[in-house]
């Protein structure tokens, strides 16, 4: 079976593929966040991601493809099932395979509360990557694959 993913970032030179969550610039009042990913020199690249990733303090709103999905001809599908949100990169016409760069871009609304005790003590907003299998296929894509740190966006 694929090796497990890991929460710290790769030694150099093992050559792993990673995923990271980087905050975007925002717009208004949403959170953007962009999954980016790397290709690692020694890991073949995949031709489909899914993975989930774990809201607090925040609510889905919309999500779009970026360059590297784009460039590989690939869709992107998010299901938002109370705060975790499954995303698919796939396509049903081509075997092309994803390469360095960003996937997708979420857009995510704070969640404020009307109760300031409650607001206090609900903490940050963040965004996380659950370490859930698989992330990538074909299965030899998602050998030593690096999930990064959650991503911390504020206050609500």
Request: negative net charge; proline residues 8%.
């Amino acid at each position: 079976p694929p090796a497990a993913p890991t929460e710290a970032a790769p030694a150099a030179g093992l050559g792993a593929a990673t995923l990271e969550l980087r905050a975007a610039e925002s717009e208004g009042d949403d959170a953007l966040v962009d999954l980016h990913f790397t290709r690692g020199d020694k890991a073949d690249a995949p031709r489909m991601m899914e993975l989930r990733l774990r809201l607090n303090g925040l609510r889905y709103v919309s999500a779009e493809a970026l360059s590297a999905a784009t460039a590989a001809g690939k869709e992107v599908v998010v299901q938002d099932d109370e705060g975790v949100l499954r995303t698919v990169v796939f396509a049903t016409s081509n075997l092309n395979r994803l390469d360095t760069g960003p996937l997708v871009r979420y857009r995510l609304a704070k969640v404020g509360f009307a109760d300031p005790a409650r607001e206090a003590s609900a903490g940050k907003a963040s965004v996380e990557i659950q370490s859930l299998r698989p992330v990538f296929a074909p299965p030899e894509a998602d050998i030593g694959v690096t999930l990064g740190a959650p991503l911390d966006l504020g206050g609500p």
